[in-house]
């Protein structure tokens, strides 16, 4: 369902479209901070729980509650991480759909865009958040979140490298790095369209990214500083001219990390 763009035609189209646009980037900006300060205060709480009276998974069997408090803590660490990396397209989006007169408002546009995107990343969390459960269930997790086993994690970290140089990666790295290419091909009107068309993209994201997320069961699943790195190689893996390239020296560097860990080398 394709289309082309018009210009816009109206006398305060240009005031328009900047105020759709900080609209759009107020509403990343304002999710991802929320998201990082949630997981600052996470990260410190683990560090301080002689101080502080925090909820934690059990550290035996999980429950409903269990369950819940992680799939919450993965929700938020996906939009903490991947909202940014969808500032490019949420911004296009916003402006063409102001140019197209569109009954639904830009800003009301531009959120639902965001919501679809950010379903997806929620669908991921809930896989993420079956896995985890699975690993502490067979005890390859510590209590801290961390990964026990060198052998699976070497698996993880070469299975995500080797994925790096994949056909089904660069395909959905290219949707990601060619917003305007996406919006054309996948244009929907009204706001249940600008949903289906966030979620859409949130699929290609997560087909592009998903899997350098369970990174984070070998280095901690709250390590803020591997949170963060991974956030900004996303981001720069989306933008960058040499994205391709970026992304082909990563996979190679996990896999003779992954490969290191498998077989016992000392980091």
Not at 83 to 106: C, D, G, N
Not at 245 to 256: C, D, E, I, K, P
Request: hydrophobic content about 55%; overall charge positive.
């Amino acid at each position: 369902m394709g289309f082309i763009p018009p210009s816009a035609t109206r006398p305060d189209g240009r005031y328009g479209t900047r105020a759709a646009s900080v609209v759009a980037v107020a509403s990343v900006v304002g999710i991802t901070a929320l998201a990082w300060g949630y997981l600052a205060y996470q990260a410190w709480a683990m560090d301080h729980m002689d101080v502080v009276d925090m909820a934690m998974p059990n550290a035996r069997e999980w429950g409903p509650f269990d369950l819940a408090l992680v799939f919450t803590m993965w929700v938020v660490m996906m939009i903490g991480m991947m909202a940014p990396s969808a500032s490019p397209v949420l911004l296009l989006f916003a402006r063409i759909r102001h140019e197209r007169r569109s009954r639904v408002s830009p800003g009301m546009s531009s959120g639902l865009f965001l919501l679809g995107y950010l379903l997806a990343w929620t669908a991921f969390s809930v896989a993420a958040t079956l896995i985890q459960w699975g690993l502490h269930s067979a005890m390859l997790i510590s209590p801290a979140m961390v990964g026990t086993s060198p052998l699976l994690g070497g698996a993880v970290l070469v299975a995500a490298g080797i994925y790096q140089w994949t056909p089904a990666k660069h395909a959905c790295l290219n949707h990601c790095r060619s917003p305007l290419g996406f919006l054309l091909n996948e244009w929907r009107d009204g706001a249940r369209g600008a949903l289906v068309m966030g979620w859409r993209h949130g699929l290609y994201c997560t087909g592009c990214c998903g899997l350098l997320m369970l990174v984070l069961f070998v280095v901690g699943v709250m390590n803020l500083l591997w949170i963060a790195l991974l956030a900004a190689f996303v981001l720069l893996e989306k933008n960058l001219p040499q994205g391709r390239w970026v992304s082909h020296a990563t996979g190679l560097a996990l896999v003779v990390w992954g490969s290191g860990m498998a077989l016992g080398v000392p980091r």
